[in-house]
């Protein structure tokens, strides 16, 4: 089941995610029907592996097949929680960060973006914040999210053409993983 949900909802997005486009996975629903495990599942686990751990191996397998492009891939991972946001992969995680405006978008001020080389160290960024985020027990799961978190992937991707120019093309994936909602 698991492969299923990512071939049919995640796959189209990280293929235009490679070609420099921005594409969002959403899991919402109530407390207790399965978002995150979708999300992550048990990520060493060739069946019960969710969508993320199967969207850092696509990427690379993708990367390492194209030997036309070089290619630079980012992560960040943030929550929110009780309206403040908070960078999951920083030192000084309880820092509230502030969102700022300019021509290309909304951002998040001093956001922490860690370059990475395969799908092992986006799963251990991955794995790393979710261990920071705001857990607590409902009427409905023991260890529900009690926050929405974001996690971003970026892919620039390098290529030179025939004209000589060299092309750079930049697709953002984001993930978010909404907290239960009980009503």
């Not at 030997?67 to 929680?81: D, F, G, M, N, P």
């Not at 999951?88 to 973006?113: A, F």
Request: hydrophobic share 35%; proline share 3%.
């Amino acid at each position: 089941v698991q492969e299923n949900v990512f071939v049919e909802t995640a796959f189209p997005i990280i293929e235009n995610v490679l070609e420099g486009y921005n594409g969002t996975i959403f899991a919402y629903g109530q407390t207790g029907t399965g978002k995150t495990f979708t999300i992550s599942g048990v990520p060493k686990d060739p069946v019960l592996k969710g969508i993320m751990p199967r969207t850092f191996e696509q990427i690379f397998k993708s990367i390492q097949s194209d030997t036309k492009k070089q290619y630079l891939v980012r992560a960040s991972y943030l929550e929110i929680y009780n309206e403040e946001v908070r960078d999951l992969l920083s030192k000084n995680g309880s820092k509230k960060l502030e969102l700022k405006e300019k021509d290309t978008g909304v951002y998040v001020k001093d956001l922490s973006t860690f370059v990475v080389k395969g799908p092992d160290d986006l799963l251990q960024v991955f794995d790393e914040g979710g261990l920071n985020r705001h857990v607590g027990a409902t009427d409905m799961n023991e260890h529900s999210s009690r926050s929405h978190s974001l996690f971003c992937v970026t892919v620039e991707s390098s290529e030179v053409t025939s004209d000589g120019k060299n092309h750079i093309r930049v697709g953002k994936l984001n993930v978010v993983d909404l907290a239960g909602s009980e009503r």
